[in-house]
């Protein structure tokens, strides 16, 4: 006997507890039969038709997805519409579709801690720290750390681009290029709702997604205003003049996609490795890494 989904899920919802998803979001097991044997599992980062259809043909029995197939509630799953044909294909095939959204953002080795191990940063704590008194490790939304040496903001960036999984969009940067930067925070996902909570930490630089033009715009206006203030002594509502007149935060934007595709280089050997000790059963898994994003071209 292999391992079954339902044991499959148990693993998964054990290195990436639902307790840690936001309230609006409803990740976990989206489709399949818990009586199903898993062998082979696909990673991917959006359940698209050509992801879906590609791991169906190429044997898989799981496909653990980062974002949902249904972000919203639902009143009918017939093959009328695409959700409803993916989930069709998916039971006559015996896969399964399992989700890790914001619960594997903010879990041990999840999708935030993977980018910010990626982009080398160190002393990491949550930027939004969850409270689990059974958790061996912190646990949260989003990192906070710092780079060994400080470098360049447009040297970082650079390390930053070459991390991430390749994609049509490139990385955008707002900030003074050659400014030396340490202190990082970063939040996969769409951020800039948290710039509240970034601008508390003091970090020199905000790397996240889906920046809007208004917000960012704003953003950076404002810590410009800011270290101009600093730089000539004037006292700000936020304690006083601070001794640097850096600009805090400097922003960069990543694809939303590829910075949360980080997280499968540790799924990839957390998963099988973790039902391996719970059933003795060996599963294959590998990552789909076919670019999801909705662009097909970007002109400059």
Known sequence: MMATLQQAVQVL?????????????????IVGDLEDEVRSIVFAADPTMTVIDEAIASGAD????????????????????????????LYRNHCALWVGHTNAD?????????AADAFGLLDQRPLI????PTAEHAVGEGRVGHLAEPMALEDFAALVARELPATRYGVQVSGPLNMPVQRIAVLPGSGDSMFGDVNALGVDVY???????HPATDEMQQALYEAKMREHGVPLG?????????????LINTPHSAIESMWFRYALEDVPA?????????????????????????IN
Request: one cysteine or more; glycine letters at 6%; proline letters at 7%.
């Open 62 to 89: 799981l496909i653990v997805c980062h974002h949902p197939l249904f972000f919203r509630a639902v009143h009918e799953v017939s093959t009328q519409g695409f959700r409803g044909q993916i989930v069709s294909k």
């Open 274 to 298: 973790a039902i391996e000790q719970a059933t003795g059963d060996k599963v294959v898994a590998r990552w789909n890494d076919m670019r999801t994003d909705p662009w097909d071209l970007v």
């Open 207 to 213: 790397v996240t997604s889906d920046l809007r033009h």
């Open 129 to 132: 720290p969850i409270d689990d």
């Open 238 to 250: 936020n304690g006083g003049a601070l001794d640097s007149p850096a600009v805090s935060p400097c």
């Open 106 to 114: 903010a879990s041990y080795r999840g999708v935030a801690q993977a």
């Open 13 to 29: 919802e054990t290195l990436y507890p639902l307790r840690y998803a936001e309230s609006w979001d409803h990740p976990g097991l």
